[in-house]
Every structure is written in structure tokens, then in C-alpha cells.
T-cell receptor, first 112, second 115 residues
Framework: GDSVTQMEGPVTLSEEAFLTINCTYT??????LFWYVQYPGEGLQLLLK?????DKGSNKGFEATYRKETTSFHLEKGSVQVSDSAVYFC???????????FGKGTMLLVSP | GAVVSQHPSRVICKSGTSVKIECRSLDFQATTMFWYRQFPKQSLMLMAT?????????EQGVEKDKFLINHASLTLSTLTVTSAHPEDSSFYIC???????????FGPGTRLLVL
């Protein structure tokens, strides 16, 4: 079945460091790919998405490129801030356009 | 952007009681809403898919008589945890699918603690 694999956390960085969170997937068909962010005690917020191969999703300085050849959708940011500390979930849609399959989430901790 | 609310945000109840959680899409119509459960430091587990005006579709292993879902309108879905027990304590999150779109919008979650 469809699945999403994320790197295990926590990822601990200093402010202004470069961030990469790896995400790979297996899926039948051509899924859309998503990154969601969850701040402490809150629900999930859509961070960015890409709907087809080679698309790049971007938002708030984060970006991820849909790589069909490597089945990956790695999240990157050039300079993280303390306020970026959160759990990041990679996801794909499956079984039709509305059902999401999530990775286990990667916690990011950014220190001043 | 699309906003989804949940109520209550936190609830504590005694074992054996029932708890109702509401999920509302505030500024859009959602023909489909989803209910997830999230255990500490784990991902979201899809419990059921709720379609307006029809019975919910439950994922394998989720007891439909335990977790009652009602999707009475295009902006409201409710999850009732019946005869709650301590093992039902969890973070419950709903999401709504924007009619005609692809993205799910998530509510802020409800933390349930059963004593």
C-alpha cells in the first residue's frame, strides 16, 4: 500500500542554520505531496504542496520539490528561526484525491 | 484561508461517560470531513471519513459503535466517544475537504482525558 517515510527526529539546529527534512514515499498512481506543520498543542497547518513531478512547493521560506525519479519530497529552509520549532509531517493523497497518508512526523527544535 | 474549528479544545471526563466533539468549517462548505486520532509523538491515524448526509466510512480496526460520527450539514461533523475509557484518551483532530479542491484543512484538535 501507499506509505510515507520521514527521517526520525528530533532535528536540533541553531538559529539561521540550514534545514533539510527527508521524506520518501511509495504510492500507486500519481499522488500529490504535502508538508504539514504542527505547533505545540495545535492541529496541523498546511505548509506547502506539490501536485506533479518537478513541481516545487514553497511557503514562509520553506520549499520542497516533487522528485518522481527518487520518490522524494524533502523539505528545506535556508535559515531557520526559533519560531520554526514544531513537528513537520510529510503526506500524500491516496485512494482518491481526498484521503491523506502521513509520515510519522519529524520534530524540529531550533535554539537561539 | 479556510478555517476549521473544533469544540471543545480540551475535555476531561469520567470513565463510562460519553463525549461529543464538534468540527466546523467556518467559511466554506465541506462535503467530506475526516477524523483522526494522534497518540503522543506519533502520526495521525485516520479513524473515519464523514460524508454529509450519509453514513461514515470507518477504517479497519475502528469501532463504529464506539466512535459515532454524524455529518448533519456541509459545515458540521460530530464525533461522539461513547462509554469512554482511559485508553480512549488521545488527541482527536478533524479535517475538512474543501468542495472542489484537493487540500484538507485541519482543526486545532481536541485533547480528551478519560479518568
Amino acid at each position: 500500500g501507499d506509505s510515507v517515510t520521514q527521517m526520525e527526529g528530533p532535528v536540533t539546529l541553531s538559529e539561521e542554520a540550514f534545514l533539510t527534512i527527508n521524506c520518501t514515499y511509495t504510492a500507486t498512481g500519481y499522488p500529490s505531496l504535502f508538508w504539514y506543520v504542527q505547533y505545540p498543542g495545535e492541529g496541523l497547518q498546511l505548509l506547502l504542496k506539490a501536485t506533479k513531478a518537478d513541481d516545487k512547493g514553497s511557503n514562509k521560506g520553506f520549499e520542497a520539490t516533487y522528485r518522481k525519479e527518487t520518490t522524494s519530497f524533502h523539505l528545506e529552509k535556508g535559515s531557520v528561526q526559533v519560531s520554526d520549532s514544531a513537528v513537520y509531517f510529510c503526506a500524500l493523497n491516496t485512494r482518491g484525491y481526498s484521503t491523506l497518508t502521513f509520515g510519522k512526523g519529524t520534530m524540529l527544535l531550533v535554539s537561539p | 484561508g479556510a478555517v476549521v474549528s473544533q469544540h471543545p479544545s480540551r475535555v476531561i471526563c469520567k470513565s463510562g461517560t460519553s463525549v461529543k466533539i464538534e468540527c466546523r468549517s467556518l467559511d466554506f462548505q465541506a462535503t467530506t470531513m475526516f477524523w483522526y486520532r494522534q497518540f503522543p509523538k506519533q502520526s495521525l491515524m485516520l479513524m473515519a471519513t464523514s460524508n454529509e448526509g450519509s453514513k461514515a466510512t470507518y477504517e479497519q480496526g475502528v469501532e463504529k459503535d464506539k466512535f459515532l460520527i454524524n455529518h448533519a450539514s456541509l459545515t458540521l461533523s460530530t464525533l461522539t466517544v461513547t462509554s469512554a475509557h482511559p485508553e480512549d484518551s488521545s488527541f482527536y483532530i478533524c479535517s475538512a475537504h474543501l468542495l472542489g479542491g484537493e487540500t484538507q484543512y485541519f482543526g486545532p484538535g481536541t485533547r480528551l482525558l478519560v479518568l
